[in-house]
């Protein structure tokens, strides 16, 4: 469903700032869906929890600083 998302969002034009947020907002969504579920981080030590969220968030902003 959000790679769905995804491909609507690059079908329709947006401009490259709003359609790369909306993208990048999708992936991380995915990412912390797969992580916490198929990978059973849920289950996992507090460290490798908010490890996994802080890189995200330092990932986001620089691919958005640079876009």
Wanted: glycine share 2%; aromatic share 18%.
């Amino acid at each position: 469903m959000l790679t769905i998302s995804a491909a609507f969002v690059a079908k329709f034009g947006f401009d490259l700032k709003v359609a790369a947020a909306i993208t990048l907002t999708l992936f991380i969504v995915k990412f912390i869906g797969v992580a916490f579920y198929f990978m059973e981080l849920k289950k996992a030590h507090v460290f490798w929890k908010s490890s996994v969220l802080i890189f995200v968030s330092i990932f986001l902003a620089i691919v958005l600083m640079i876009v």
